[in-house]
């Protein structure tokens, strides 16, 4: 059972470049989104998915597209990435309401 | 969602309980309340989540009003490890997911 496992880590992009944030789960969870954290900032809700082919928009969508063909995997896509997205990226995950989230490690994105 | 009112920042000692209330009179009927915690440099932790009834787990209590637009976490022997900002977060049904306000950032003196 490893939880929530993001990858990569750190991850530098230059201005333009698209990028693929993996987020995978081996715990059966339903519910997962992804967050973005800028500096001294709080979190913000980017997408999220309430099962397997169902997935909404968050607080902060643009430049940001998601799917979930599978209940594991749950990955971010960056088009075009834009110094604006320089940010750690959390992915979460959980069974159902009457249970808590449980976030990766994150992914630190700095884009040049 | 649901819109919550949290104190910017509070402040404790050592050893001693702490009572960090949250506003949330919108909250829904279906909507459990989640109460995490960020600790610096780290991602958000989930502490306790209870719908109606007072919850207790290894890291907290939860006491929620009777009405449900109020709630308290109480952290009975704060440490400094607990020292963090937390976040109130009513949320559930089938379109569960977690928005995050602000929060209280909590300072712990040794």
């Known amino acids: 059972n490893a939880g929530v496992t993001q990858t990569p880590k750190f991850q530098v992009l230059k201005t333009g470049q698209s990028m693929t944030l993996q987020c995978a789960q081996d715990?059966?969870?339903?519910?997962m989104s992804w967050y973005r954290q800028d500096p001294g900032m709080g979190l913000r809700l980017i997408h999220y998915?309430?099962?397997?082919?169902?997935?909404d928009q968050g607080e902060v969508p643009n430049g940001y597209n998601v799917s979930r063909s599978t209940t594991e995997d749950f990955p971010l896509r960056l088009l075009s990435a834009a110094p604006s997205q320089t940010s750690v990226y959390f992915c979460?995950?959980?069974?159902?309401?009457?249970?808590?989230?449980?976030f990766g490690s994150g992914t630190r994105l700095t884009v040049v | 969602d649901a819109k919550t009112t949290q104190p910017n920042s509070m402040e404790s000692n050592e050893e001693e309980p702490v009572h960090l209330p949250c506003n949330h009179s919108?909250?829904?009927?279906?909507?459990?309340i989640h109460w995490y915690r960020q600790l610096p440099s780290q991602g958000p932790e989930y502490v306790i989540h209870?719908?109606?009834s007072n919850v207790n787990n290894r890291m907290a209590s939860l006491a929620i009003a009777e009405d449900r637009k109020s709630s308290t976490l109480i952290l009975h022997r704060a440490t400094l490890r607990d020292a963090a900002v937390y976040y109130c977060?009513?949320?559930?049904?089938?379109?569960?997911?977690?928005?995050f306000g602000k929060g209280t950032l909590l300072t712990v003196n040794p």
């Open positions: 979460a995950s959980s069974y159902s309401d009457r249970s808590g989230y449980t």
């Open positions: 715990m059966n969870h339903e519910y």
């Open positions: 998915s309430v099962g397997a082919g169902i997935t």
């Open positions: 919108t909250i829904s009927g279906t909507d459990y």
């Open positions: 209870g719908l109606t």
């Open positions: 977060i009513p949320s559930g049904g089938s379109n569960y997911k977690l928005t």
